[in-house]
């Protein structure tokens, strides 16, 4: 799977909206651009997924540039229970599932 | 919930014994997957399996063995552990290898090796 880039850690306030950004300038077209997020003692969480079109859910928005190079979640009002790692990670497919890196320590103030 | 449970969610084990994970989901996904998490790394692939008795070695395989003999079941073995298999382990689930099909995470085991 090609690589992601992601800060290593992201500070915002609560109740404010919160764009957490992706770099991922070797993308392949077929890849999928996923979102995962993991609360403190907890295993990975799915937030969404997309592959050229933005996309919306109940937790979430992806905005993926016209280039698909980067991406950015949107949490549109954050909430201390927010306050995770969020991973982003390009799946090609295949059966040996999805490439972890570090992501992004989202911190939120009250 | 996804239907993932992991056990024992901790453990502590002393160094050169025989230790298995168990990973059980009611959900009849075809892929299961075990990963380790160390501070400072993200999650690691460790083995996969993608059929009843069809596994395959991930990133980190070296000194652990898996076997799935239902659907329902998919278990990590650490033959002899060492201290540098403390860890944290995930078991996860997908319906299918698709790009985009998400996965489904348990809720982790922490193994100490002493």
């Known amino acids: 799977d090609a690589k992601t880039t992601q800060p290593n850690s992201m500070e915002s306030n609560e109740e404010e909206p919160v764009h957490l950004p992706c770099n991922h300038s070797t993308i392949s077209g077929t890849d999928y651009i996923h979102w995962y997020r993991q609360l403190p003692s907890q295993g990975p969480e799915y937030v969404i997924h997309?592959?050229?079109s933005n996309v919306n859910n109940r937790m979430a928005s992806l905005a993926i540039a016209e280039d698909r190079k980067s991406s950015t979640l949107i949490l549109h009002r954050a909430t201390l229970r927010d306050a995770a790692v969020y991973y982003c990670?390009?799946?090609?497919?295949?059966?040996?599932?999805?490439?972890f890196g570090k992501g992004t320590h989202l911190i939120i103030q009250p | 919930d996804a239907g993932i449970t992991q056990s024992p969610r901790h453990k502590v084990t002393e160094t050169g014994t025989p230790v298995t994970l168990r990973c059980h989901q009611t959900e009849n996904h075809r892929y299961m997957y075990w990963y380790r998490q160390d501070p400072g790394h993200g999650l690691r692939l460790i083995h996969y399996?993608?059929?009843?008795?069809?596994?395959d070695k991930g990133e980190v395989s070296d000194g652990y063995s898996v076997s799935r003999s239902k659907t329902e079941d998919f278990l990590l073995t650490l033959e002899s552990a060492t201290s540098s298999q403390t860890s944290v382990y995930f078991c996860?689930?997908?319906?299918?290898?698709?790009?985009?099909?998400?996965?489904?995470f348990g809720q982790g085991t922490r193994l100490t090796v002493v």
């Open positions: 997309g592959l050229t």
């Open positions: 399996s993608y059929g009843v008795k069809d596994t």
């Open positions: 996860a689930i997908r319906t299918a290898d698709r790009a985009n099909t998400e996965a489904f």
């Open positions: 990670i390009l799946s090609g497919g295949g059966a040996d599932g999805l490439t």
